[in-house]
Nanobody, 121 residues
Framework: QVQLVESGGGMVQPGGSLRLSCVAS????????INWYRQAPGKQRELVAT???????PISDSVKGRFTSSRGSVKNTVYLQMNSLRPEDTANYYC???????????????WGQGTLVIVSS
């Protein structure tokens, strides 16, 4: 079974930076797309960034210019670099893998458990 694990969350002061990691594990041959989402209590889930094969990583308007997503040097690992963090960035951040090819064929979309980011003084 494919699983995703996010890490790197924590508490940071406004204006600070964090880098989130998403690692996919299992009998994975390839992943076409990994999305970063975030959701705060009482708010709608928001797409933050998308990393796909053959394309650059789009960033949502709410974080554009502050966040960047990238593929890692480790297999099936992606990062979300978050700079100039604001209190409104406080949320649970999730990674979502789409188009997962495993040894037995295409796997269903996978979600991580989330990592909490708190931006506060």
């Amino acid at each position: 079974q494919v699983q995703l694990v996010e890490s790197g969350g924590g508490m940071v002061q406004p204006g600070g930076s964090l880098r989130l990691s998403c690692v996919a594990s299992g009998d994975i041959l390839s992943i076409n797309t990994i999305n970063w989402y975030r959701q705060a209590p009482g708010k709608q889930r928001e797409l933050v960034a998308t990393i796909s094969s053959g394309d650059t990583s789009p960033i949502s308007d709410s974080v554009k210019g502050r966040f960047t997503s990238s593929r890692g040097s480790v297999k099936n690992t992606v990062y979300l670099q978050m700079n100039s963090l604001r209190p409104e960035d406080t949320a649970n951040y999730y990674c979502n893998a789409v188009g997962i090819m495993t040894e037995t064929g295409w796997e269903r979309d996978a979600w991580g458990q989330g990592t909490l980011v708190i931006v506060s003084s």
